[in-house]
Each structure stands twice: as structure tokens, then as C-alpha cells.
């Protein structure tokens, strides 16, 4: 069985790799569920991990019914990943009514060439599973990363087995609560890879700070943050 981890830092794909994973997915901010990591970032861990790599491609936060020009931005990290030799990449596109946009993910897979392709946890979300399975099958996708459409994997179990029965040439890959209690269970019915985090905080300042960085108030599925411009119009106004 594949482990492929979910790492979000340079220090987490280098214990990741020390820890015999065969496979890393690099991201930033596992907070949101992940966001395209940035240049620096993807540029050290290329250099210092020999093991594959998948990149995640998600220009922000929230849902993953993206414009175009965000559509374009993903091509744009999609090319950038294959000029610097990164084994894979792991994206996905929804339409608004959570449907499969297999039109724009299959150009994403054109995009990717001869890049692995998993297609990640938006999977979750879709309105009809098994038909989303037959639509990524027919473009060439290699992974889709799943929890069965539960909050985790062992909650998802039961849909995530059937849909490692109905696949023909894609692997299923549950993820989401995999931990070294439960893995046992997945081999067990067969499948072929896992996908886990294995988070664990480590305390970086002595004493925590007055004021918080974190916004829990920006944590949303189906709002994203913009910078208002009446907002931004009224307050310009005031000062100049």
C-alpha cells in the first residue's frame, strides 16, 4: 500500500520521507484543507526530498467553483510544477450546484502532461459520486482522494469501498482520518493507497500572545473573503 502524506511545511515532508512515506502531497495551510504552496517553499523541498511529490493546486480557500481568471492561476502553478520536475499535481473543479466540471478539470489534466493526477477532496462534495467516478476515469485521472463524502475516512468506509469496487483504472485513496489504529481496515479491503497528515503540534512560543492571528470568522464552504470596494471607495474617500 502507497502512504502518501499530506505535508504543509519543509520540516513535514522531511519527517514524512525520514519515516518511510512513499509519497508526499505538499500544500500550504491545512487549516483551510490546503492551498498551493508558494515558490520558495515548493523550490527547498524539491531540492531536499527524493521521494515523489504531488503539488496541490487551489489558488484559495473555500469552495472550488473558481473563476477564470482563478482557473487561469491554476494552469499558470500546473506548468510552474512541471518545469521544475514535480512528479504530480492534485486539483479538481465544481460547478456552483456541486456537479463535476469535467470540462475544465480534463483541460487541468491536459495541462498536467505526463504528471500523476489525483483529483482531491471536492470529490467529497459532489452531487452523484459514481458518475463523477466514470467521468474521471474517462479523462485519465489517476487518484481521487476521498473520505466516502464523510467528515473521515473510517465514518466514509462503506462508500469509499464501493467506489474502490467500481473503479476500473483509477485508484481510490481514502483520506481523513487515517491513524495507525484504523489503517488495518483499509488494507484489508484492498486498497491500494492511503492519504494521511499525522499532525501533530508542536509549541513554538513560551507564552501565547495577547492578540490572535487567526480569524475563525473566515473559515467557510460556501462564502470566500473579497476585499469590498464600496468598503474600500468610502474609506479612500475619507482621506484623501
Known sequence: MLVEVCANSLQ?????????????????ELAVGGITPSYGLLKKVKEKVTIPIHVLIRPRSGDFTFSEDEYEIMKKDIALCRDMGFEGVVAGILYEDLRLDIDRTSRLKEAAGPMKFTFHRAFDWVVEPFMA???????????????????????????????????????IMPGSGIRPENIRKFAEIGFNAVHL????????????????????????????????????????????
Not at 474517462?138 to 481521487?144: K, R
Not at 473520505?147 to 473510517?154: I, L, V, Y
Not at 499532525?199 to 470566500?224: C, G, H, W, Y
Open 12 to 28: 513535514s515532508a522531511l519527517n514524512a520521507e525520514k519515516a518511510g512515506a512513499d509519497r508526499i502531497e505538499l500544500c500550504s
Open 133 to 171: 467516478l466514470e467521468e474521471l476515469e474517462n479523462i485519465g485521472v489517476d487518484y481521487i482522494l476521498s473520505s466516502g463524502q464523510q467528515n473521515s475516512a473510517p465514518e466514509g468506509i462503506a462508500m469509499l469501498e464501493t467506489l474502490h469496487q467500481k473503479a476500473a483504472s483509477c485508484k
Open 197 to 240: 497528515s499525522a499532525v501533530k503540534f508542536e509549541r513554538t512560543l513560551k507564552q501565547t500572545p495577547k492578540v490572535s492571528m487567526n480569524s475563525p470568522a473566515f473559515l467557510k464552504d460556501n462564502e470566500i473573503g473579497i476585499s469590498d470596494f464600496e468598503t474600500i471607495g468610502r474609506i479612500v474617500n475619507e482621506v484623501k
